[in-house]
T-cell receptor, first 114, second 109 residues
Framework: GAGVSQSPSNKVTEKGKDVELRCDPI?????LYWYRQSLGQGLEFLIY????????KSGLPSDRFSAERTGGSVSTLTIQRTQQEDSAVYLC????????????FGPGTRLTVT | AQRVTQPEKLLSVFKGAPVELKCNYS??????LFWYVQYSRQRLQLLLR??SRESIKGFTADLNKGETSFHLKKPFAQEEDSAMYYC???????????FGAGTILRVKS
């Protein structure tokens, strides 16, 4: 079946602009995660959704970062006033449930802030 | 807080040689440990998890709570094993994964 999809695959933006990254999880998966993969920081957790609620936002690096999930499906990660240090690959993952279940990862969105 | 350490950024071995990718963790509870693999131009995918106790693509990993380690091993490396390998931890009843920095495995012919 279809896996996790993310769009765009690549995004180049100017410093100070806002960007939106989209994630389509596997159908039926109630849990959704955002991670960031960068050269200096490795793979780090950003936020977790269960349904439309985000019980764990502890990884969001600043208040410029926000995310929402609607209809228990699609999620959008928004970065406002982008900075060069935001350049990274943003990965989305989904799982059937939060604990015990395997997380399936999307291909990622490569964000470059110039 | 949980932490995962992968001491080697790059591990280079010859085809047919044994491979051991090291992973140590710090967590006071009962963790769940995973190995994820990312082949070139492919997405991150689960290789194995300690609760499954299975061998995938010839790889095994044993959770050693005394040494807080979860090293990944394969007796005979193949060229197609070349990839980035991440060790990850999830605390009991937790949701998010905490990843190590990753180790690039290069298998030379």
């Amino acid at each position: 079946g279809a896996g996790v999809s993310q769009s765009p695959s690549n995004k180049v933006t100017e410093k100070g602009k806002d960007v939106e990254l989209r994630c389509d999880p596997i159908s039926g998966h109630t849990a959704l995660y955002w991670y960031r993969q960068s050269l200096g920081q490795g793979l780090e957790f950003l936020i977790y959704f269960q349904g439309n609620s985000a019980p764990d936002k502890s990884g969001l690096p600043s208040d410029r970062f926000s995310a929402e999930r609607t209809g228990g499906s699609v999620s959008t990660l928004t970065i406002q006033r982008t900075q060069q240090e935001d350049s990274a690959v943003y990965l989305c993952a989904s799982s059937f449930g939060p604990t015990l279940y395997e997380q399936y990862f999307g291909p990622g969105t490569r964000l470059t802030v110039t | 807080a949980q932490r995962v350490t992968q001491p080697e950024k790059l591990l280079s071995v010859f085809k047919g040689a044994p491979v051991e990718l090291k992973c140590n963790y710090s967590y006071s509870g009962s963790p769940e440990l995973f190995w994820y693999v990312q082949y070139s131009r492919q997405r991150l995918q689960l290789l194995l998890r300690h609760i499954s106790r299975e061998s995938i693509k010839g790889f095994t990993a044993d959770l050693n709570k005394g040494e807080t380690s979860f090293h990944l091993k394969k007796p005979f490396a193949q060229e197609e094993d070349s990839a980035m390998y991440y060790c990850a931890l999830r605390r009991e009843y937790g949701n998010k994964l905490v990843f190590g920095a990753g180790t690039i495995l290069r298998v030379k012919s």
